[in-house]
């Protein structure tokens, strides 16, 4: 029903930002519109953790950590999510997952690497 693909990550040095895209592919327009789209990172050796979360009607939560330097979005016309990274630090190093809920149901991206590092 949904395949959440994941793009834009790479390696930064801290202060810079970047933006990561994710679609929902195979989303047809009844679903994306009722869709909770959420950003997930996993550090090494660490637990994989909420960095922002979005809901169908625009409600957006983030984590502490990212409060301020982080923004969600999304653009239905593109069933597309994203999440813009601002002022990077070494601590946001992490592989990030975009996650999808649809009707109780979770679908995971791949993830993509983000790596924050002078």
């Known amino acids: 029903q949904v395949q959440p693909v994941e793009s834009g990550g790479g390696l930064v040095q801290p202060g810079e930002s970047l933006r990561l895209s994710c679609l929902a592919s195979r989303a047809i327009l009844s679903t994306w519109n009722v869709l909770t789209m959420a950003w997930y990172r996993q550090a090494p050796g660490l637990q994989r953790e909420l960095v922002a979360q979005?809901?169908?009607?625009?409600?957006?939560t983030y984590a502490d950590s990212v409060q301020g330097r982080f923004t969600i979005t999304k653009n239905n016309a593109k069933r597309t999510a994203y999440l813009q990274m601002d002022n990077l630090k070494p601590e946001d190093t992490a592989v990030y997952f975009c996650n999808a809920v649809f009707r109780g149901s979770t679908f995971w991206g791949q993830g993509t690497q983000v790596t924050v590092s002078s």
């Open positions: 979005i809901t169908d009607r625009g409600t957006t």
